[in-house]
């Protein structure tokens, strides 16, 4: 029996044509998040596995749908994606191979389903996106659209946590993870004509588009990105109370994709404008070192878990 099957019955996933939709949204998942997939499948346990992958999925598909072709296009294919999805959700049936398995998460944890509806309804969030003038409403982009993104995979792992509280760590993690993203991903945004770093925090330096869509090392630039880079750092930092906050057997994924973002704003900074030419990441061996050291304290969690008594 394959490692995969036996995630499945971990999971209590029995039904063929489910194991069938779960494999196949799992080798989608592996092709295009290979990192968060091999992270998924050996730190956390095997029974949650199925479900995490099934929300990454369908956070892909949506992403896609909200990114791909003209406006027009976009609106209405996602219109049509949210309507069958709620549908879906009302009535726990469909026959799409992605809403399928993903009702089977929902009846698996049931806290899943509003995180489902919070993140449609503020998709049109980043249908619409078009730069942020201020702080403030780079602010407002995370509590309608990123935060609720990624309580569609968060949500799944702290199930005794208190709601408050987690969401908010939550919230710090992606507050920094986002920003640390729009600073690091700038040369590919501006070749696709889309800039996501606060215009006032731009003026405050006296930068402007053109420096940056020009690559300019000046000092200007420089102090921006760092400053803009300084602030995703510490939020980072601020949101590892989530490893208190998620039950042990899910501690060592949370540290990691923390670590992850703590490390790639590192080299980030230390990239400095060199950022406008291509984005940073952590050295390899680093990642694989933490990757390892955190298998190895998730098996010795397993271990001690089935140990008899």
Known sequence: MSTWNRVLDAAEIRSPHLRSDFTRQRKLVRRYRPQHYVATRLLLPSALVPHVVVATAFM???DNLLDSGPRRARSGAFDRWNEEVREALGTGHSTHPLIR???HAVRAHPCLASHVEEFLDG???DLNFTGFATEADYQRYIDRYSLPAF???AGLLAPTADPDDYRSACRSYIDGSQRL???NDLSEDLGDGRLAIPLDAMERHGVTRTDLEHGRDTAEVRALLHELLGQARRTLASSRVITQLVPPAHR????TLIAVEERTADAAIGKGAALLAGPARPPVPTMIALLLGE???AWSLRRAAVRPT
Request: charged share 25%; proline share 9%; glycine share 0%.
């Open 295 to 297: 298998y190895r304290r």
């Open 123 to 125: 998709a049109r969030t």
């Open 60 to 62: 892909h598909h949506t």
């Open 252 to 255: 060592p994924l949370a540290r």
């Open 101 to 103: 398995p993903l009702l």
């Open 151 to 153: 309580m569609v995979i």
């Open 181 to 183: 993203d729009f600073v």
